[in-house]
């Protein structure tokens, strides 16, 4: 057994989030793991950029209420404590919900070369930030 200790909080870089993102990297797999994990904190409206995991990712709710869309115009609300699965190679989006706080543990594999495996593309548009909520219940 070992205990890793954590590293500083940092910033998300701005040509992948739109608005005020912090992360702590939790876990970032070291072989034979492939295993990443980053706490993530968004400031309310803030989001991360369009993008896919060649593995899937999966979002635990900490706090707030986290907004998850997909390309085909679904924007999903989930609550503290709720697990979202996307599956490998799904375009989408996750941020904080337009008047509070988010906070969710992303995990995701890193693929077998090293690299994280994530894709990232284009800015999330307001347009496409702002449909009706779906929750999950």
Do not use: K
Request: contains cysteine.
């Amino acid at each position: 057994m070992e205990f890793a200790l954590p590293g500083a909080t940092g910033e998300a870089p701005a040509e992948r989030f739109t608005g005020e993102v912090w992360w702590d990297a939790v876990h970032s797999g070291g072989e034979p793991s492939r295993m990443r994990a980053n706490l993530v904190r968004f400031a309310p409206g803030a989001r991360t950029h369009w993008h896919s995991h060649a593995l899937g990712q999966s979002l635990h709710v900490v706090s707030g209420v986290a907004l998850i869309g997909t390309r085909d115009g679904v924007v999903f609300a989930a609550w503290p404590g709720e697990l979202v699965v996307c599956p490998p190679g799904e375009e989408h989006w996750h941020g904080a919900a337009p008047d509070r706080f988010m906070e969710h543990l992303a995990m995701w594999e890193g693929t077998e070369d090293g690299s994280p495996g994530t894709t990232w593309l284009e800015p999330v548009t307001d347009e496409q930030y702002a449909p009706a909520r779906t929750t999950s219940a």
